[in-house]
């Protein structure tokens, strides 16, 4: 399988599509196209937290990810966080789990850890500790932000 990604940023813009393509841009993943998967991680795979992602392949290519997003209209806060665990030290499969909202880092962290945890009871697997990446940015009146985390499965392929 090879390497998943975890990626993180936030944009502002004066549309919500807008701030949500900064975000991307802040992650380095502006160029391809996401195409979202549901949150279990391969036991083949590495999970490296690594803020922007490298070159991942030509523009215009598919990403598969597992997306925490929220946007909003300023004044507001929004924030994202993406909770991790593998089995096994690492070796065996896992879950990633996602939540969104408008509201501070402090509380997603929460909503997510509780959310896999209820994800890791419904496994038979020796869980590891799980991971965890917020991302949380202020919307000005008169703008959207966006505050995003990914894991990004492997490299870019081609879509068409």
């Known amino acids: 399988m090879g390497t998943i990604r975890i990626v993180w ?3 502002s813009a004066p549309t919500a599509m ?5 975000a991307l841009a802040d992650a380095g993943v502006e160029n391809y196209n996401l195409v979202p998967v549901s949150s279990v991680i391969p036991a083949t795979a590495d999970v490296e937290a690594v803020g922007t992602a490298p070159d991942l392949g030509p523009a215009g290519e598919r990403l598969t990810v597992v997306e925490a ?3 909003t209209a300023g004044p507001g806060r929004v924030s994202a966080a993406l909770a991790w665990a593998q089995s096994d030290r ?3 499969p896992g879950l990633f ?3 969104a909202d408008e509201t501070d880092a402090a509380d997603v962290e929460t909503r997510v850890r509780e959310g896999l945890a209820a994800g890791q009871e419904l496994r038979d697997w020796a869980f590891d500790d ?3 990446r917020a991302e ?3 919307a000005e009146s008169g703008s959207y932000t966006t505050a995003l985390v990914l894991a990004v499965y492997g490299e870019s392929e081609p879509i068409v």
């Open 69 to 71: 997003r929220a946007t």
């Open 130 to 132: 799980p991971t965890v």
């Open 136 to 138: 949380s940015a202020a």
């Open 97 to 99: 789990y996602e939540v």
């Open 18 to 22: 807008a701030s949500y393509d900064a």
């Open 9 to 11: 940023g936030s944009g």
């Open 90 to 92: 690492g070796a065996g």
